[in-house]
C-alpha cells in the first residue's frame, strides 16, 4: 500500500493575543480569531459545497478537494447541494470588503467559507489548513479533526511579494513551482522573478534565438566569495532558461494559488549576457560573454534605436507571456563609463537637451515606459530610476534604504519597500558556526519581523503609496535548491506577516511561539529552513575593568544552554548556563542549546581578548549605521572579538560616508605601548578598507596631539580582515586617546560600488 500524508491536531490551552489565536500556530496572524466549543471532523462523509451563485468559487472548492485527496486520502465530492450537516460550504458575501478578505467558520457540524472573491476563498483555504496542525505520513486514510473557530481577515498590504533570481544560479521549473506553493501557503500574492542578468539570459525569446544559445550559458562560475583574492573559478560551463511553455505553466500554476508573476528583464544595466549575444546593442565593439563572477559591469545597453528596437522586441514576447500588471525593468547598478566615451551616448544628450548621464539613463527608462504603457501595462523599477528625474508612471522598489521610497511616495508614486537592512534574505541569519557561504550582512529572523514598510517621514496620504513589501532571494551565493530554502525561510515568514497583519498585533515572542509549532508543517514538506531561531543569543556586558560577563539566552523556554570555556564543542554533560558567565583571562566561549541530549542550535563561539581599556568609557563622534551597531560603542572595548568572515555580528561596527572618532578614556594616565584595530575588507559588499588611521593622545581631554598615524592599507587583499597598528614611543603616559579612522571615500570606476561611498566596518580598538 503506498504511503500518504494524514493530519493529527493537539489542542491546546488559550492564551491572550488575537483573541485567543495561541495554540493555533497560524502565520501570518489574522486579524481576529474567535476559539468556540468543539471540534469539526472531516471524514470520507465530508462533502464539499459551493453555494449558488458562488461558482466563482468552484476552483477553490476543487483546490481543497485535491489537496485533502493528496494529503490524507480522504477522496471528498463538490458540489452545489448538500446537507448542510457534515459538509464545507463555500458562499460569496458582498458584504465582505475586499477580494483578498474572509470570513472562516468552523463548527462542529460544518465549515463555512465566505468571501467576496476566489483570492478570499483561497486564503481562506490556507488558513482551514494551517488550523489542521500538523501533518505526518500514515497507510490509511484518517478523518481530521478541526477546533472550532471564528476568523474575520483581511491582508494589510495589497503587495506581499518574495522575489528570486534565477540568473546567477538556475532552478528548474519543478522547484519554482514548489517554491510558488510555499509562498501560497503564507498569503503571498506576488512572485517576482528576476530572469536576466550579466550572468545569464534566463528566458526564451522566439525573435532573438541566440538569447537562449548563448546568452543562458557562461563558460564558468566563480568558486568561494568574491571578495576572496585571486578570484577562482570552477572551469564548467554553466547555464539553462525557460521555454515560453514553460513560462506559461509557470504563470498558469501560480495563477492558480492567486499569485501574480511579476517578470524582471534587466536594463539599461546588468545586461552583459544579453551583449554576449547580440553584441551590436553595446557602445564598444566587444566582443563580450556572459559574466562568470558577480558584480556590477561597464558595458551596458548602449541608448540607441536599435537598442529600443531589440527591447520593444524582447519586451512584446515578455507582455505575452505575463498578464501582470507590471513589468519590472530593473534600472540599478547601471555605470555611466561607456555612456561618458561614447559619441552617439555625447550627441544623444546634446540632442535631447539632456543635463548628463543620470538624465540619459532617465530618458531610456521613459522610453521604455511609454512603450510598456502603450500595452496597457506599468513598470516597476530599483529606485535607482529616480536618478535623473523619475518616470511618470513608474512605481519604486525601494532597496538602497527607505530613502528612495520615501522621495516617491512624496512624489504621488507608488512604492514597494524591499530595504536591504530588513529585507535581503541573501545575508547572514545567524553568527554560529557552520553558516553556509553567504554574500554578507547579518539579517537576523527578528529585525525582519520588526520592520515596519510605512516610514515615519511620510504624512497619512503620502502613506498611502507604499503598496507593500517584498523579501529579495539574490543567488549568488545559492547554487542549489536547499541553499534557496535555507535562506528564505523562517525569515520568508517574517514578510509575510509584516505584510498581511496589523501593525498593532505583530508581536515577535507571540510569532516565534507560532513558528515553533509550525515548523512541523514545513517539516513534513521536507523543508531545508533555517533553525537559527534556536540559537544561543549572547550579550556582553561590562564588569570590573579588564573583564566581562556575558548573559546567554534562548527563544526556546525548554532549552538548556550549555557552555565550555576550553575551546571545545559544548555537549550534553557540557556546564549548564544558569547565571551570567564573568571573564577575565583570554577564552574562547561556546555555547548551544540542548534539549536532553540532543543540541537543537549550532554552536556560537565568542573570543575574548582583555586589553588595557576593556570595559573603559568610549565616546564616538559620528553614530554607525543604525543598521550595523548591535553593540553600541562599547563594542569597541568590551574585549570581545568580531567573526572573521561577517561583519555584521553585534561586534562590528559600520559606518557609510562618514569616518571614525572614538575617545576613549583610561580613567589615569597610563603607560601605552600601542593602538591596534581591525577593519573589515569585502569589496563585493562596497566595504573597503580605510585610507588612514590616526592616534591622537591628551591628558585633559581637549588638547590633543598627534601620536602616530597608519596609511600602509593595501589595495586588494584576500583576506576578510585587516589588522593595523599605530606604536608609541617608550613609557608614554597618556589618559585620553582619540582614535580616528578615515573612510575610502568614493569607490572608483570598475570596482564594486563603483560611485558610492564605501562601507567602513570596525572592530576591537585594542590598547597595550
Not at 44 to 71: E, F, K
Not at 509 to 524: E, P, Q
Not at 580 to 607: C, D, E, H, N, Y
Not at 709 to 738: C, G, H, I, M, W
Request: glycine share 8%; net charge neutral.
Amino acid at each position: 500500500m503506498h504511503k500518504i500524508l494524514s493530519f493529527l491536531f493537539v489542542l491546546t490551552g488559550i492564551t491572550g493575543l488575537a483573541q485567543s489565536s495561541a495554540g493555533l500556530a497560524l502565520i501570518p496572524l489574522p486579524k481576529e480569531v474567535i476559539r468556540k466549543e468543539g471540534i469539526f471532523t472531516i471524514d470520507p462523509n465530508t462533502q464539499i459545497r459551493v453555494a449558488d451563485g458562488a461558482q466563482v468559487l468552484q476552483p477553490v472548492a476543487d483546490y481543497l478537494a485535491a489537496y485533502l485527496y493528496r494529503a490524507a486520502g480522504l477522496e471528498l465530492q463538490v458540489s452545489g447541494e448538500g446537507s448542510k450537516t457534515n459538509e464545507i460550504e463555500f458562499s460569496l458575501d458582498a458584504a465582505i470588503s475586499g477580494a483578498e478578505a474572509y470570513r472562516l467558520e468552523v463548527g462542529p457540524e460544518r465549515i463555512r467559507i465566505r468571501a467576496k472573491a476566489g483570492a478570499g476563498a483561497f486564503y481562506a483555504v490556507q488558513t482551514l489548513l494551517q488550523l489542521l496542525q500538523g501533518e505526518r505520513e500514515g497507510d490509511t486514510p484518517r478523518p481530521i479533526e478541526v477546533p472550532a473557530v471564528q476568523i474575520t481577515d483581511a491582508p494589510r498590504f495589497e503587495y506581499r511579494g518574495m522575489h528570486l533570481d534565477v540568473a546567477r544560479h538556475f532552478f528548474p521549473v519543478s522547484f519554482i513551482k514548489r517554491y510558488i506553493d510555499l509562498l501560497a501557503m503564507h498569503k503571498f500574492n506576488r512572485f517576482h522573478w528576476h530572469l536576466t542578468e550579466d550572468q545569464g539570459w534566463r528566458i526564451e525569446i522566439k525573435k532573438y534565438p541566440r538569447l537562449q544559445e548563448v546568452a543562458a550559458w557562461r563558460k564558468e562560475t566563480l568558486i568561494g566569495h568574491y571578495s576572496d583574492q585571486p578570484h577562482q573559478f570552477d572551469g564548467k560551463r554553466y547555464g539553462g532558461y525557460y521555454t515560453q511553455d514553460e513560462v506559461r505553466e509557470v504563470v498558469r500554476y501560480a495563477a492558480e494559488r492567486f499569485i501574480t508573476v511579476v517578470p524582471e528583464i534587466e536594463l539599461p544595466g546588468h545586461s552583459l549576457a544579453a551583449l554576449s549575444a547580440y553584441p551590436e546593442l553595446a557602445c564598444t565593439a566587444g566582443p563580450f560573454e556572459a559574466a562568470t563572477k558577480w558584480g556590477i559591469f561597464e558595458d551596458v545597453f548602449c541608448p540607441k534605436e536599435e537598442t529600443f528596437t531589440f527591447l520593444e522586441n524582447v519586451l512584446t514576447e515578455v507582455i505575452e507571456l505575463f498578464p501582470s500588471e507590471y513589468i519590472h525593468i530593473g534600472g540599478d547598478e547601471c555605470p555611466k563609463t561607456r555612456w561618458e566615451s561614447c559619441a552617439h551616448c555625447q550627441a544623444l544628450i546634446k540632442k535631447e537637451g539632456l543635463k548628463d548621464e543620470h538624465e540619459l539613463q532617465s530618458y531610456f527608462i521613459r522610453r521604455i515606459e511609454r512603450f510598456i504603457n502603450s500595452k496597457g501595462r506599468q513598470i516597476i523599477g530599483w529606485d535607482e530610476i529616480l536618478e535623473g528625474g523619475l518616470a511618470p508612471n513608474a512605481t519604486v522598489m525601494s532597496w538602497r534604504g527607505i530613502k528612495g521610497g520615501i522621495a516617491a511616495a512624496k512624489e504621488g508614486h507608488k512604492v514597494i519597500m524591499t530595504p536591504t537592512s530588513h529585507c535581503y534574505l541573501d545575508y547572514y541569519q545567524s553568527d554560529a558556526e557552520g553558516e553556509p557561504l553567504a554574500i554578507g550582512g547579518f539579517l537576523p529572523l527578528e529585525k525582519v519581523y520588526n520592520y515596519e514598510p510605512i516610514p515615519d517621514e511620510l504624512t497619512a496620504e503620502e502613506a498611502r503609496f507604499i503598496l507593500g513589501a517584498q523579501g529579495n532571494v539574490w543567488t549568488e551565493y545559492m547554487p542549489t535548491e536547499a541553499q534557496v530554502e535555507y535562506m528564505a525561510f523562517p525569515r520568508a515568514l517574517a514578510i509575510a506577516e509584516l505584510t498581511w497583519t496589523p501593525r498593532e498585533q505583530k508581536n515577535y515572542a507571540d510569532f516565534t511561539a507560532r513558528l515553533v509549532r509550525h515548523f512541523d508543517r514545513l517539516d513534513a514538506k521536507n523543508l531545508n529552513y533555517s533553525r537559527a531561531l534556536f540559537q544561543v543569543k549572547a550579550e556582553t556586558r561590562p564588569a570590573a575593568p579588564g573583564s566581562a560577563a556575558v548573559v546567554f539566552s534562548s527563544l526556546d523556554p525548554k532549552a538548556e544552554i550549555r557552555y565550555t570555556t576550553d575551546g571545545s564543542a559544548p555537549g550534553p554533560g557540557s556546564p549548564l548556563y544558569t547565571a551570567p558567565v564573568s571573564l577575565s583571562a583570554p577564552t574562547l566561549l561556546k555555547s548551544a542549546a540542548f534539549q536532553g541530549a540532543s543540541r537543537k542550535s549550532s554552536v556560537l563561539s565568542l573570543q575574548f581578548e582583555p586589553h588595557l581599556v576593556t570595559g573603559k568609557p568610549v565616546v564616538l563622534a559620528d553614530p554607525p549605521s543604525p543598521n550595523y551597531s548591535l553593540g553600541g560603542p562599547q563594542a569597541l572595548v568590551n574585549g570581545f572579538i568580531g567573526s572573521d568572515t561577517r561583519y555584521g555580528d553585534s561586534e562590528w561596527l559600520g559606518w557609510a560616508g562618514k569616518d571614525m572618532e572614538a575617545l576613549i578614556d583610561l580613567g589615569a594616565r597610563v603607560p601605552v605601548s600601542q593602538v591596534q584595530t581591525r577593519f573589515f575588507n569585502g569589496p563585493g559588499q562596497w566595504i573597503y578598507l580605510p585610507r588612514a588611521m590616526e592616534v591622537a593622545v591628551s591628558n585633559d581631554g581637549k588638547k590633543f596631539k598627534p601620536a602616530g598615524k597608519f596609511t600602509n592599507f593595501p589595495e586588494q587583499s584576500r583576506d576578510k580582515t585587516f589588522a593595523a597598528a599605530v606604536s608609541f614611543k617608550k613609557n608614554t603616559k597618556v589618559r585620553y586617546l582619540r582614535v580616528t579612522v578615515r573612510r575610502h571615500g568614493i569607490i572608483a570606476p570598475g570596482k564594486q560600488g563603483a560611485g558610492h561611498e564605501a562601507w567602513l566596518f570596525v572592530d576591537e580598538v585594542r590598547v597595550k
